[in-house]
């Protein structure tokens, strides 16, 4: 079961109610640590998370959440699959504001995200960092802890009368709380307003495979490219490699501001080919994936070249079809039960029969003849165990008396 730890901060307007939470995630050790740091990692478990039917549970149906970013989770384009009136951008303080780091800031603001600045110091080093995101900025959280007193009251009076807010982090006391209120801030955060609470929530228990499969069934059935873009969401490691995909493309010189602007650009075509691709390479867990990946597309190919005009595209996806017992753990049969997939590719998939089942047979013998061909060049490096278990799964008989 994949559970994360989460610690929420509540956060209270200047009439004391609550306006939103911080999330901060936790390792092993309830260390603090970055949302960008868990990209690599655990990000698909974050994201699925906190964007599943326990976001209510999580803060509630309507209160927003402050989640940390840096340069690189703005970058990766992670952040795409997160609810923008549900989540405020917190940009941390440290963050590289390179052109491109500040263009996709810019972008996340045009599509409607709120944009926060953590742990603001008030220096002049700080105002003049972020000065060219002031006009994007809504909420600047300012750390009382590490802020000059004069600095304060600069800044103070510089955004008052504004559109961007003032929080006032590191509110210990009842005195803190009583000055910042009378400065004018706008927003409070700190021990002696919350203090934070660790909770533990499930991922996402929707297997990746049967995501990416229902996601190829959406595309043959011709459904509405929001309802692609949902089940996309939904795997958000997915959305990366999808996004990071189409900006490697020479072929289009674009800047991507959201899923349905890569799904309607790619085309339907090309994307269920890719997914096909991702679904042996990335969620395979088989150790010859690799390998697995080259064979099926080479099959497909063979397939695809076999047909006639009328359903080379359905061939191809036959041939990817017909290799998923190699990556899947589950019985076949139930798995293709499960998305409904055309009745030519099951019946081909679970029976090796229908209008495809003869371009199949000429492939399989094109791959085993040339496999064959290696086993004999290198029979003598193969060991011996390893052999009788090869032979054993394709049910072949070994008389154990003459061995």
């Known amino acids: 079961?994949?559970?994360?730890?989460?610690?929420?901060?509540?956060?209270?307007?200047?009439?004391?109610?609550?306006?939103?939470?911080?999330?901060?995630?936790?390792?092993?050790?309830?260390?603090?640590?970055?949302?960008?740091?868990?990209?690599?990692?655990?990000?698909?478990?974050?994201?699925?998370?906190?964007?599943?039917?326990?976001?209510?549970?999580?803060?509630?149906?309507?209160t927003l959440a402050f989640i940390n970013v840096d340069e690189?989770?703005?970058?990766?384009?992670?952040?795409?699959?997160?609810?923008?009136?549900?989540?405020?951008?917190?940009?941390?303080?440290?963050?590289?504001?390179?052109?491109?780091?500040?263009?996709?800031?810019?972008?996340?603001k045009k599509r409607g995200?709120?944009?926060?600045?953590?742990?603001?110091?008030?220096?002049?080093k700080m105002i003049s960092k972020f000065t060219r995101l002031f006009n994007y900025i809504d909420i600047i959280k300012m750390d009382i802890a590490l802020s000059q007193p004069e600095n304060l009251e600069k800044v103070m009076l510089k955004f008052k009368g504004s559109r961007i807010k003032l929080l006032a982090e590191n509110i210990e006391t009842k005195e803190d709380f009583?000055?910042?209120?009378?400065?004018?801030?706008?927003?409070?955060?700190?021990?002696?307003?919350?203090?934070?609470?660790?909770?533990?929530?499930?991922?996402?228990k929707e297997p990746a495979q049967f995501i990416i499969l229902q996601l190829i069934k959406i595309i043959k059935d011709d459904n509405s490219t929001e309802q692609l873009e949902y089940f996309i969401k939904k795997q958000p490691d997915l959305s990366y490699k999808l996004v990071q995909f189409?900006?490697?493309?020479?072929?289009?010189?674009?800047?991507?501001?959201?899923?349905?602007?890569?799904?309607?650009?790619?085309?339907?075509?090309?994307?269920?080919?890719?997914?096909?691709?991702y679904l042996y390479s990335e969620v395979s867990k088989n150790p010859a994936s690799e390998t697995i990946l080259a064979l099926a597309i080479k099959r497909a190919e063979r397939m695809e070249a076999d047909a006639d005009t009328k359903h080379?595209?359905?061939?191809?996806?036959?041939?990817?079809?017909?290799?998923?017992?190699?990556?899947?753990?589950?019985?076949?049969?139930?798995?293709?039960?499960?998305?409904?997939?055309?009745?030519?590719?099951?019946?081909?998939?679970?029976?090796?029969?229908?209008?495809?089942?003869?371009?199949?047979?000429r492939a399989e013998k094109a791959e085993k003849d040339y496999l064959k061909q290696i086993m004999i060049a290198n029979f003598d490096k193969l060991n011996t165990t390893d052999l009788i278990y090869t032979l054993e799964d394709g049910g072949v008989e070994i008389d154990r008396s003459k061995l």
């Open 1 to 62: 079961m994949n559970i994360i730890s989460i610690s929420k901060q509540k956060i209270f307007d200047n009439k004391s109610q609550l306006y939103a939470y911080e999330l901060l995630f936790k390792d092993d050790s309830n260390n603090e640590v970055n949302f960008s740091n868990t990209v690599k990692e655990v990000s698909q478990l974050i994201i699925s998370s906190i964007t599943s039917k326990e976001l209510n549970q999580l803060l509630g149906k309507k």
């Open 72 to 108: 690189e989770t703005i970058l990766k384009g992670i952040l795409d699959v997160l609810d923008k009136d549900r989540f405020i951008l917190n940009i941390l303080e440290n963050i590289d504001l390179s052109e491109q780091v500040i263009s996709k800031i810019i972008q996340y």
């Open 113 to 124: 995200f709120r944009l926060s600045i953590k742990h603001f110091d008030s220096s002049a």
């Open 178 to 204: 009583k000055k910042y209120s009378e400065m004018g801030f706008d927003f409070f955060q700190g021990y002696y307003l919350d203090k934070p609470e660790v909770i533990e929530i499930v991922g996402s």
């Open 246 to 277: 189409f900006n490697n493309s020479k072929k289009f010189n674009v800047q991507i501001e959201s899923l349905t602007q890569v799904i309607t650009l790619m085309g339907r075509n090309k994307l269920l080919r890719w997914l096909l691709v």
């Open 312 to 361: 080379k595209d359905k061939a191809y996806l036959a041939g990817m079809f017909s290799m998923l017992s190699s990556i899947f753990e589950e019985d076949i049969k139930d798995l293709m039960n499960h998305i409904q997939m055309d009745s030519d590719i099951t019946s081909l998939v679970i029976e090796k029969k229908g209008i495809f089942a003869g371009s199949l047979m």
